[in-house]
């Protein structure tokens, strides 16, 4: 028997007897690149501080303690975390969305002569000129009536540096809706209004209300120019092109707390606990939910990441997919149903990262699906210009990028060589090396010797006369070199004699 491809990944599902030649139980920091059995390179620190959950955007490490949900759209960052939702711009962060004034303006009137007409009253709000984002409208002043003059005090100013500007918008006499009288400095907090009716701006409160994201906005994600947002069992969404304006109407209600979304080409996945969903539409008046699948949900945002057209993200069975239609549990098949408890994920180059509290565990896309995992002492996983980084103790370190090796372990299927109930003689176990390599060979699950190898070579471990007969044969290999191919007979079997 010869095996000298290793490119399988773990399988754990089926009995170890029923895994094809190039899987192994166990499959743990080794290089399946080249097929061979290879250790992985060690994390190299790098000289980036950063907190824990950080990401890459525009030169400028982002990040925070806490897990945060983040999107990019027209050029900005959004993020969201359940506690604060901030955009990020500039080099700064800056809350997601404009406080509206709480105040209404107090009125007084004077004598004026073909000005202000009619019984009025008056609103403002909060305006950048920069970023033309305005937010909603104080509360209505009282209904007055004018004697020409208007004085408006009490003002609130805006503590945002992005609004350097109030709008003052006025309804009553010849003005029928809350229309634009006039914009004045956001730091005065009072304005005299002596704009007859056919001299105001004319521009109207806009019909929806600018209001800020919710403070408790989780998950945030962007699908056809709409910034999309979690708040409990309510999806959350913005006008068209307008990131920081959450008007209280746009929402879809859902019956459980949403636990994550994520765009795909043909629409929003939204995901409870236990289901999964397909939000469709183009525009705000034309979002409709239809369920995808009743029985697999997501475990968290922090598991979401996108390849190609399509999501992946951990169910309570395992790790998930789906680019709109069917939703597939990747690892059924391979792993079974597995509990993965994710701290934060990545992809790079075509391998889904995930990091959980104890090592990292990996689904390569490159060779057809594969599985692995790594033990790299790293809290969590992000990508930087192309590079994949763990972080440690407030460093991010870049992963597969030391000069050394760390340590692999690999335990191979269980090889039968025919039928398990065939008693067989098993004598010499060679093997192909590159470096530092212990092999343990296991008789019906009993580790029966050990072979220590250093350098470039081939070499080969003898079983004991009194361990050389069994029914199946099985191999652990440890260590920082490489293995090439591993060869051993039966009784029954051809090879080296």
Known sequence: MKLNNFAGGQSSRVRPQFLALNEGVVYDNIDM???????????????????????????????????SSSVVYGKKLYRADGVHPTEFDNGASVPLGVVFPTVAPTTTTTVEANAVEGTVQYVYSYYSSATGVESAVSPISVSRLSQGR????????????????KRIYRVGGDLTVFTLVDTIPNSDVAYEDIIPAVDVDGRLRPELADLPAPETLNHIAESYAMLFGAEGAKLRYTPIGRPQSW???????????????????????????????????????????QLLDGSQGCKGSQSIRQLGSGLLWVSDDGICTSNGGKVSVLSRNKLGKINIDVVNSAVHDDVYYLATATNIVAFDMRFGGAFKTFSLDVETVTVGDDVLYGWKDGILHELFAADSNISMNYLSPIFPEGMLTEDKTYKKVYISHKGDIILN?????????????????????????????????????????????????????????
Request: net charge negative; glycine share 12%; proline share 4%.
């Open 33 to 67: 690149s080249v097929g061979s059995l290879q250790a992985v390179k060690d994390k190299l620190a790098s000289a980036i501080t950063t907190p824990k959950f950080s990401i890459l955007f525009e030169g400028n490490w982002v990040g925070s303690a806490a897990y």
């Open 150 to 165: 208007m004085t408006l005090t009490d003002m609130q100013v805006s503590a945002d540096p992005r609004t350097n500007q």
């Open 247 to 289: 008007p209280e109407t746009h929402f879809l209600q859902f019956s459980e707390d949403i636990t994550g979304i994520g765009a795909v080409a043909n629409g929003l996945l939204v995901m409870t606990g236990k289901r999964t969903h397909l939000v469709s539409g183009s525009s705000p008046e034309s979002l409709s939910p």
């Open 441 to 497: 060979i296991l008789i019906d699950g009993f580790v029966v010797n050990t072979g220590t190898f250093t350098g470039d070579g081939v070499g080969d471990v003898q079983i004991p006369n009194f361990a050389q007969r069994g029914y199946t044969i099985q191999f652990n290999i440890t260590g920082t070199g490489e293995v090439s191919e591993i060869e051993y007979k039966t009784s029954s079997g051809k090879g080296h004699d």
